[in-house]
């Protein structure tokens, strides 16, 4: 599932385009996207694109959001999630479709914007701006941790005391945004916390580790260009190398790189834990620094 740096590096692919045509037209398939609270078909409205010109494209944690400009009237925008394995690409309006297109945004200069989703757990919807900006989910996300003011201090306030085990807590939107399994399991290794430590009991210093380590590790994801394992690709169809850099996350049972014991791997809730034994050893009942 793409996570904060592969969303980046799409947003920067898509900034690369400079689309600024206006939309001509708009097609999209039979088949549902992401649902649940701000996603539905009628909340979609893509429709309602056409002759708006495109602008700028910002990201919010996991979220893609592209303006869209028309005379006189207030900013709009594109809310766009990739879901688990959906990506976009620009291309000119004559190359052969992909299977599992679902979204195609015609612009007046013969380009396309198309969102292609294999299993569909990715959502768009066109608004607003300051709707989008001002409901779920952009408005329920929790700090961007590439952010100048992202710290140990403030992701222990967004915690607020939790007793939820620290790898649930950093995978919450609500509490940073961004953040999936694979870079929440590198950042624990990083930081040297096992990844079921109780959150409510860390102590500072470990939330200022782990802040900096999730810190590193979105920054060297994006040094490599994203995480590629099945689908993930930027606009323009290039894929990522971190996959390669991965400490811990898909590698339960090789030798850990730094001191050589076996990665421990185990299923926690629906999802794959992974941990260097010897570096996060368990901790039980009390305060951990
Ligand atoms: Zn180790």
């Given at each position: 599932m793409p996570e904060l740096p592969e969303v980046e590096m799409v947003r920067r692919s898509l900034r690369r385009f400079r689309l600024r045509a206006p939309v001509t037209r708009v097609w999209r398939s039979r088949l549902a996207l992401r649902t649940g609270e701000a996603w539905s078909r009628s909340k979609?409205?893509?429709?309602?694109?056409?002759?708006w010109r495109p602008g700028e494209v910002d990201r919010r944690g996991k979220y893609l959001m592209m303006r869209f400009h028309r005379e006189e009237m207030a900013e709009s925008c594109l809310l766009l999630h990739l879901g688990m394995s959906g990506h976009v690409e620009v291309c000119h309006a004559n190359e052969a479709l992909e299977d599992h297109t679902h979204l195609r945004i015609f612009f007046d200069d013969d380009r396309e914007l198309r969102f292609v989703d294999p299993r569909r757990f990715g959502g768009v919807r066109f608004d607003a701006r300051g709707r989008i900006e001002g409901s779920h989910p952009i408005s329920s996300l929790g700090p961007e941790?590439?952010?100048?003011?992202?710290?140990g201090l403030l992701l222990a306030a967004q915690a607020k005391?939790?007793?939820?085990v620290i790898r649930d807590v950093l995978l919450d939107q609500r509490v940073v945004?961004?953040?999936?399994n694979i870079y929440v399991l590198e950042a624990l290794y990083e930081a040297g916390?096992?990844?079921?430590?109780?959150?409510?009991?860390?102590?500072a210093s470990a939330w200022e580790r782990i802040a900096t380590a999730s810190t590193g590790a979105l920054r060297r994801g994006i040094e490599n260009k994203g995480t590629t394992l099945q689908d993930y690709r930027d606009a323009s169809g290039a894929t990522g190398t971190h996959q390669h850099a991965l400490r811990v996350y898909g590698r339960g049972g090789d030798a850990c790189d730094r001191c050589g014991a076996t990665l421990d791997a185990w299923m926690m809730g629906n999802r794959t834990a992974v941990r260097c034994p010897a570096e996060q050893p368990v901790v039980r009942g009390r305060w951990v620094s």
């Open positions: 979609e409205r893509v429709q309602r694109l056409k002759g941790p590439l952010d100048r003011g992202f710290t005391g939790s007793r939820r945004a961004g953040l999936g916390i096992h990844p079921a430590t109780k959150a409510s009991r860390l102590r």
